[in-house]
């Protein structure tokens, strides 16, 4: 079984940062592939950043170039740097793993993945 577990939402003004964290457990093998979703209010769930067991990532055109994905040594804490945050950045943030990624971030699907924190949320101010 696998455990995500979200952190480091807030609100901020446009134009600042904020870092997410999700702190995951469970069989290392379950989760090689992680990602960020987010879904802001009557939208659907879309995926952001995804890294892969292989140092891989990859990024949705609405956010590359101003977040970055990484993973500490040990596996343990995926993070989410956001810069150059925008009011359309407002939303729920979801941590979320499988045990190999189907391709980049922007070809998988929230059903793709079998295991999902609670949501961390993000409100950017203009």
């Known amino acids: 079984q696998v455990q995500l577990v979200e952190s480091g939402g807030g609100s901020v003004q446009a134009g600042g940062s904020l870092r997410l964290s999700c702190a995951a457990s469970g069989y290392t093998s379950s989760r090689a592939c992680m990602a960020w979703f987010r879904q802001a209010p009557g939208k659907e769930r879309e995926g952001i950043a995804g890294?892969?067991?292989?140092?891989?990532?990859s990024y949705a055109d609405s956010v590359k170039g101003r977040f970055t994905i990484s993973q500490d040594n040990a596996k343990t804490t995926l993070y989410l740097q956001m810069n150059g945050l925008k009011p359309d950045d407002t939303g729920m943030y979801y941590c979320a793993a499988r045990s190999w990624c189907l391709g980049s971030i922007r070809t998988m699907r929230s059903g793709d993945f079998d295991y999902w924190g609670q949501g961390t949320q993000v409100t950017v101010s203009s």
């Open positions: 890294s892969d067991s292989f140092g891989g990532t």
